[in-house]
């Protein structure tokens, strides 16, 4: 028996079918979801450069936002520095008339009560807390109050008065990222900003003979010196004054013991990493004491903070003192004005840069969304023709197919 018919053509048929079937479905997907590649095999090197461009976008998006957040919290440090300052000129205005010595004692207490309202508020200023209940001034130990108060008597006053402010933050700052390996350091510390004068330490333990034992590591504010062993104390203060720390090392000529003080207006932060060394030249006590007020008892200390300067003021004119109101209170008064202004002046600066970041990764942001529409996205129109074209040439198959089965099995035996 000879065979008249044949399946092949029904096999054509479906085959092609399902192929336009699946071509007509992509172009669907691809207009329900307005991207050209729906899978990494689309278009692999296109594929690879979209989720590169994708993954940078959003980095972008973050800079942008951790820029913008910076900026606010820069300008509502400079607004409660600027506050300060100006709370400042009014002291120094006060410590002037109260040194001409014209006024009596009342006068003067009437002055110190202005005085200590005014520390108070300063005070509160350096205690500000950004809108998440972040100290500002207290470094990278935000969640901490930045400075405590203590009080006690004082001669003059019938009441308790502040005696004493201690820093409770730390001398690390909060790094931020504003772009690829490039970062702005947030909440600076209060013992830099709120700082009178340069900060001087002289040790009372003869150093002359003194020799690194075993390798050693010190840190004087935030920067690490390594001490090799052998080390004389010319060679540590060498090491010290080369380091790029804000200090100076040198020899007291008296005591012939170490001596350190600030280039700057800043409290000094001395640490033993490694060993003790500073403890052995008795600078510091052992470890266990946390800086700044790790340094030994001893250890003769002068240049205090703004705080320090005005307490001084507020007791001076209490005592009726107009000698030293016009004398070492005034001139703390003038170093404490331009530390707050240098301070008011880099805030402000940081604010600018802030901005500047955000801008340029606004800026950014569109150069980078343009090239993942260039990669990704449809161009609608062709997919739209496309469509149009897989649907008429799925009908003409379906009409080929129809006419290609038209035949029976009856029109073999006529």
Request: proline fraction near 1%; charged fraction near 25%.
């Amino acid at each position: 028996m000879r065979r008249v018919s044949s399946g092949q053509a029904n096999v054509d048929v479906q085959n092609n079918l399902r192929r336009q079937e699946r071509n007509l479905n992509k172009v669907n997907n691809q207009l329900g979801s307005q991207q050209r590649i729906q899978s990494l095999r689309d278009d692999p090197i296109a594929a690879g450069h979209l989720v590169r461009y994708q993954s940078y976008a959003k980095r972008i998006e973050q800079f942008k936002h951790n820029a913008e957040t910076i900026s606010d919290q820069f300008i509502l440090s400079e607004g409660y520095v600027d506050h300060s300052l100006q709370i400042m000129h009014r002291l120094r205005e006060l410590a002037v008339t109260g040194a001409h010595g014209v006024y009596n004692k009342d006068d003067l207490a009437n002055m110190a009560a202005e005085v200590d309202e005014l520390l108070k508020e300063i005070i509160q200023n350096a205690n500000a807390l950004d809108a998440d209940g972040n100290a500002l001034f207290a470094g990278e130990r935000s969640k901490n109050q930045a400075f405590i108060v203590d009080k006690g008597n004082t001669t003059g006053s019938d009441s308790e008065l502040i005696q004493r402010v201690r820093y409770n933050g730390s001398i690390k700052q909060n790094e931020v990222e504003v772009d690829e390996h490039a970062y702005m350091s947030v909440n600076r510390s209060g013992n830099q900003i709120f700082w009178a004068e340069s900060q001087q330490l002289i040790a009372q333990r003869d150093a002359t003979s003194y020799t690194v034992l075993e390798d050693a590591v010190v840190s004087i504010n935030g920067t690490d010196i390594s001490l090799k062993t052998g080390d004389s104390i010319h060679g540590i203060i060498a090491k010290i004054n080369n380091s790029g720390a804000p200090v100076k090392a040198s020899l007291d000529p008296m005591s012939n013991a170490l001596m350190l003080h600030t280039t700057d207006s800043r409290q000094l932060w001395l640490e033993d990493i490694d060993g003790n060394a500073f403890e052995d030249l008795g600078l510091i006590k052992d470890k266990s004491q946390r800086p700044p007020y790790n340094l030994n008892d001893s250890v003769l200390s002068s240049g205090g903070s703004v705080f320090d300067t005005l307490i001084a003021l507020r007791n001076a004119m209490l005592n009726n003192d107009s000698e030293s109101i016009g004398g070492k209170i005034l001139g703390s008064l003038d170093s404490a004005i331009d530390n707050l202004t240098s301070s008011l002046a880099e805030l402000g600066s940081k604010y600018e840069r802030a901005l500047l970041n955000v801008a340029r990764s606004e800026k950014s942001i569109l150069n980078v969304t343009s090239q993942i529409s260039r990669e990704g996205d449809l161009d609608i129109t062709t997919a739209i023709t496309d469509m149009k074209m897989l649907d008429y040439v799925k009908n003409a198959t379906l009409s080929t197919a129809g006419k290609l089965y038209n035949s029976t099995l009856l029109n073999y035996i006529r």
